[in-house]
Each structure stands twice: as structure tokens, then as C-alpha cells.
Nanobody
């Protein structure tokens, strides 16, 4: 059974940092990409970052470039999203999802019709 479990969310002050983890079980990360998406209240889910399976390609939404870093540890079957210099507008539920590849159209990460989602982890940036 394929399962993605996010962790690492929480409440942080503006300027603070969090590291999200996406632990995958049920199959190996070696051949799939992982995307991070987020959804704020009243807004559509949006793509934040993505890491490909084998060529080191990474994608970042413009608003998080220079602040967020995505990485993967295939030995642990886990993908991480290091988030620094957090802003109130980063507040959202963050989800990871399996993708065949990181598909970017007009600068926006597209989520595939297939794949598996985690349950989400809440990130709140507030003073």
C-alpha cells in the first residue's frame, strides 16, 4: 500500500524556519518525482516545489525562490522541504504528492491527474 506522510509543520514567527518531511512507503523514490503543494484557506492548491527522480532538476514557485530548498534522501525514501525566512503568506496546509515528472507550464508546477497525496501538514506563520 502506497503511503505518503508529511511532518514538520507548526506555528512559527515571521522570519523563522521549518523543515517539512515527506516519508514515502509502498514503493521506492528512485523512479518518481515528488511535488510539494500548498493550500491556504479560501485559495486553490498551488505548486510550491518539485524534485525530479534522477537528474537533479528542481522547481520553485517564484515567491519561495531563495527561501525554500527541496531535497531527497532515497535511502530513507524521504523528501524534505527546508523553509527559511517564512512569511505570513506562506501559511497553508502543505501536501506532498508523487509525480511521474516535474511538469512546469508557464512557470507553474502542474499536478498530474494520477499519483498519491499525503494527508497534509499545517504551517502557520504568525507573530
Amino acid at each position: 500500500q502506497v503511503q505518503l506522510v508529511e511532518s514538520g509543520g507548526g506555528l512559527v514567527q515571521p522570519g523563522g524556519s521549518l523543515r517539512l518531511s515527506c516519508a514515502v512507503s509502498g514503493f521506492t523514490l528512485d523512479y518518481i518525482a515528488i511535488g510539494w503543494f500548498r493550500q491556504a484557506p479560501g485559495k486553490e492548491r498551488e505548486g510550491v516545489s518539485c524534485i525530479s527522480s534522477n537528474d537533479g532538476y528542481t522547481y520553485y514557485k517564484d515567491s519561495v525562490k531563495g527561501r525554500f530548498t527541496i531535497s531527497r534522501d532515497n535511502a530513507k525514501n524521504t523528501v524534505y522541504l527546508q523553509m527559511n525566512s517564512l512569511k505570513p503568506e506562506d501559511t497553508a496546509v502543505y501536501y506532498c504528492k508523487t509525480e511521474n515528472r516535474c511538469t512546469v507550464v508557464a512557470g507553474t508546477l502542474r499536478r498530474g491527474n494520477k499519483g498519491y497525496w499525503g494527508q497534509g501538514t499545517q504551517v502557520t506563520v504568525s507573530s
